[in-house]
């Protein structure tokens, strides 16, 4: 799909170009929209992206992958009363899960793949989704992190004044898209149209057998290994961070009641959020490790390197998707299809220049980090539609690539219900998104 929305933005481009009289635009668009997603965006995403990346580090050689995953065991039994505790199933879903909340996507995939093996092994008719598979792909696609500091790195790098505002009600939206995703999943589980017995669907020719070695999965020894990351705490030095903690509670207290804050109400605790959100939580990352008897420093460099590659290796996908969108607004082609579709979308209050957006993030990562970036550049990372597509690329996920690689791994060919599920998500995480926007920005 993604290579025929690649094709439609150059082909379509051009041809709006040559009716319009356009293409000497569209054609300086192109050439600048190249240089500037090098020299401008990626090189400008290099700082942020590796000072993020390094709190990342932290937070996991911390071993607080293994702190959310005991906290999600819980949950996750109840949610999979199909799948006995002590399963690798389980296990792997539960890690999965926590790699996600934490945005380790370099380790959440390979247990995801892990997790589908080891649901296979369960199930009764191989090639048909179970409803095991169903919920845990609609959870995985409801955009699960509740940290998205990769899309606040790029906010601060384009410039805005208040980068990590995104934070709260990115949460906010994964909370409601992740809930209604297993609400609408379990609804559908039980519904006869989408029963197992009803499709006629077997394994496929050639897909690898349920039992195949979990070991095999690529980046499997490496997941597992940050998966086992468990600092043990220091009695004196988590007292110190406890200590600290109450501290900045007071300071908090103080500036409100002394009037920190210029606006009354709401808007000043969202005033004093972002104001402080950003440097506490930096603080917080560099305690909690120190509490944990990490070698922050260490720690901290050895994620900035990987926040450098990162940077460096989204450059393909960064020109190719903001040239073919230079093109598409300088040949006219995207002001007419915003001017078609704002009468619709402006009923329920969405912009009608986020809505490509909206309409890539289920198909691609990287193609909507892109269209973002692209967004941002266009109309400011401060202004509302800016706000709105970072929270949307914040608590939302890339539903049709998880789809395609989570059952392809498996040979599932009969989805049931899960596609549904994973759709109701995403739509809930931009309706979500866009809610919240209004309430935060």
């Known amino acids: 799909m993604l290579n025929g929305i690649f094709i439609a933005l150059f082909a379509g481009s051009v041809l709006v170009a040559a009716f319009s009289g356009t293409m000497a635009e569209t054609n300086q668009a192109a050439l600048d929209a190249a240089k500037n997603a090098v020299m401008v965006i990626a090189f400008g995403l290099i700082g942020p992206m590796a000072l993020w990346l390094g709190f990342m580090r932290v937070l996991r050689d911390a071993g607080f992958m293994s702190s959310i995953a005991r906290a999600l065991s819980p949950v996750m039994v109840r949610l999979f009363p199909d799948v006995p505790a002590e399963h690798p199933a389980m296990g792997a879903m539960i890690l999965n899960l926590s790699a996600n909340v934490l945005g380790l996507g370099n380790a959440a995939t390979p247990f995801g793949l892990k997790a589908m093996r ?126 600290y903690a109450v501290l900045l509670a007071v300071a908090l207290v103080l500036q409100l009641a002394n009037g920190g804050a210029s606006a009354p109400g709401f808007e000043s605790l969202k005033e004093v959020l972002n104001t402080w959100l950003l440097p506490v939580l930096m603080a917080t990352i560099v305690l909690f490790g120190f509490a944990r008897r990490v070698k922050v420093y260490d720690s901290f460099i050895a994620g900035a390197r990987e926040g450098f590659e990162i940077a460096v290796m989204i450059i393909p996908f960064l020109v190719a998707i903001l040239v073919g969108v230079a093109m598409l607004d300088k040949s006219g082609a995207l002001g007419a299809l915003i001017g078609a579709v704002a009468p619709v979308t402006s009923l329920v209050g969405f912009p009608a220049e986020a809505l490509p957006m909206a309409l890539i993030r289920p198909l691609s990562g990287s193609g909507a980090m892109a269209v973002m970036t692209q967004t941002m550049t266009t109309h400011g990372p401060d202004s509302f539609i800016g706000f709105l597509v970072s929270v949307i690329s914040g608590s939302t996920e890339t539903t049709f690539y998880v789809l395609a690689l989570y059952f392809g791994s498996v040979g599932v060919r009969a989805a049931r219900h899960t596609v549904l599920a994973c759709l109701a998500a995403d739509f809930a995480g931009i309706a979500a998104a866009l809610f919240f926007s209004r309430i935060f920005f």
Request: charged share 15%; with cysteine.
């Open 118 to 243: 080891e649901l296979e092994t369960l199930n009764p008719r191989p090639g048909v989704a179970t409803n095991a598979m169903a919920l845990f792909l609609a959870i995985n696609t409801s955009g699960v992190a509740v940290l998205p500091l990769g899309v606040i790195a790029i906010r601060a790098s384009l410039g805005s004044t208040n980068a990590a505002g995104i934070l709260v009600p990115s949460v906010l939206a994964t909370l409601c898209s992740t809930a209604l995703a297993v609400v609408i999943a379990k609804w559908l589980e039980r519904r006869a149209l989408f029963a197992a017995e009803r499709t006629g669907a077997g394994a496929p020719a050639g897909a690898a057998p349920a039992s195949a070695a979990a070991a095999a999965i690529t980046g499997i020894d490496e997941a597992e290994q940050i998966a086992g990351l468990h600092a043990r705490s220091d009695p004196t030095r988590r007292l110190l961070f406890a200590g």
